[in-house]
């Protein structure tokens, strides 16, 4: 399994999501807005469930995951990070955020 790692705007959803297709693999995106609004124990919870189930070979982590030692922790020990980064003006400005990410 291949947890996504990157700020918002670093390509999570757009660049993998279209790769993953052309791939034909599962790709879940816990980064997106439906789940973000949600508590934190639920977002982890859910992503636990995808975890166990191995409902997908690629997970999209959202930035609040990525903030939390024990996610991480917990992530490392069932797949594999990949990093993703951009200049941070282009990330600034695909995750719609007008607050400078760093």
Same mark, same amino acid.
């Given at each position: ?15 993998v ?10 790709f ?13 124990? &639920?977002?982890? !919870? ?8 191995? =409902?997908?070979? #690629?997970i999209a $982590?959202p +930035? &609040?995951?990525? !903030? ?8 490392? =020990?069932?797949g #594999?990070?990949? $990093?993703? +980064? ?17």
């Amino acid at each position: 399994m291949i947890f996504l790692w990157g700020p918002p705007g670093s390509g999570k959803t757009t660049i993998v999501a279209k790769a993953c297709q052309n791939l034909e693999i599962r790709f879940i995106d816990f980064s997106t807005p439906e789940i973000n609004v949600k508590p934190f124990s &639920s977002q982890k !919870e859910i992503c636990m469930e995808a975890i166990n189930n191995q =409902s997908a070979d #690629v997970i999209a $982590l959202p +930035w &609040s995951f990525q !903030e939390d030692r024990s996610v991480r922790k917990l992530i490392r =020990s069932f797949g #594999v990070l990949l $990093l993703l +980064w951009a200049h941070p003006l282009d990330m600034q400005a695909r995750s719609g955020r007008l607050e400078p990410l760093f």
